[in-house]
C-alpha cells in the first residue's frame, strides 16, 4: 500500500510560478516511477510529467520547457516546479506511483499507475 498527499497549489496569475510537492509512504519508495496528472473541469485527466527511480523525465509538450519534476528519494517526496503559468494550466494535479519497481522507461499512461493522491488545486488566472 502506498499513500500520497500532494501539496503546494493554490492561485496564481499568469506567468507565475508553484511548486507542488507529494509525499509518499513505504520503504520501496526510492524504486517507484512517480507521476503528476492534471484534470481540468470537463476535460479528461492527463499526464504531464514522470521521474524513473534513476531520475530520468519524461514531460508532455505543452510543460516542457516550463515545468520540472524532480524527486528527494530519502525524503519519499516529488516535486513538480511550474513556471511560467498558463490559465490552461488550471486543473486538478495528482500524484502518482508506478509501483513497478526499476522500471526502465517511463510510462505516461493512467492505467500503468497504480496508486493516487487525492490531487490539489491550481488556478492560473489571466
Known amino acids: 500500500q502506498v499513500h500520497l498527499v500532494e501539496s503546494g497549489g493554490g492561485l496564481v496569475q499568469a506567468g507565475g510560478s508553484l511548486r507542488l510537492s507529494c509525499a509518499g509512504s513505504g520503504r520501496t519508495f526510492s524504486s517507484y516511477t512517480m507521476g503528476w496528472f492534471r484534470q481540468a473541469p470537463g476535460k479528461e485527466r492527463e499526464f504531464v510529467a514522470a521521474i524513473s527511480w534513476s531520475g530520468g523525465t519524461h514531460y508532455a509538450d505543452s510543460v516542457k520547457g516550463r515545468f520540472t519534476i524532480s524527486r528527494d528519494n530519502p525524503g519519499n517526496t516529488v516535486f513538480l516546479q511550474m513556471k511560467s503559468l498558463k490559465p490552461e494550466d488550471t486543473a486538478v494535479y495528482y500524484c502518482?506511483?508506478?509501483?513497478?519497481?526499476?522500471?526502465?522507461?517511463?510510462?505516461?499512461?493512467?492505467?500503468?499507475?497504480?496508486?493516487w493522491g487525492q490531487g490539489t488545486q491550481v488556478t492560473v488566472s489571466s
Open positions: 502518482a506511483a508506478d509501483t513497478i519497481r526499476y522500471r526502465l522507461v517511463v510510462r505516461t499512461t493512467l492505467r500503468e499507475y497504480d496508486y
